[in-house]
């Protein structure tokens, strides 16, 4: 099983990123999945979750209208667009693989890929 991240780089306030996070080894079309991020000194905190068709979505109140989760299962991959970036938003972000087809339970991960990082300069 392997997550793959990407997409992180340094970008400006008010810039845009998307970051794509790439399952291989099984599929997890069945699953929901879904972003956190850890910014320095701080704990990892929930970012946004998407179901396993992609007909549902939760995003953190942080990032509510600024940042999209969405899914490919056909590419296997999760997807995260984030626009007017903040300097508050630079933080390694990490894609997750929640233990059930909903994220009604954020804490129940089954699997974490390994992060990308994102950088907002003032």
């Known amino acids: 099983v392997q997550l793959q991240a990407s997409g992180g780089g340094l970008v400006q306030a008010g810039g845009s990123l998307r970051l794509s996070c790439a399952a291989s080894g099984r599929t997890f079309s069945r699953y929901a999945m879904g972003w956190f991020r850890q910014a320095p000194g701080k704990e990892r905190e929930f970012v946004a979750a998407v179901s396993w068709s992609g007909g549902s979505t939760y995003h953190a109140d942080s990032v509510k209208g600024r940042f999209t989760i969405s899914r490919d299962n056909a590419k296997n991959t999760l997807y995260l667009q984030m626009n007017s970036l903040k300097p508050e938003d630079t933080a390694i972000y990490y894609c997750?693989?929640?233990?059930?087809?909903?994220?009604?339970?954020?804490?129940?991960?089954?699997?974490w890929g390994q992060g990308t990082l994102v950088t907002v300069s003032s």
């Open positions: 997750a693989i929640f233990t059930a087809p909903d994220y009604s339970d954020l804490t129940a991960v089954y699997y």
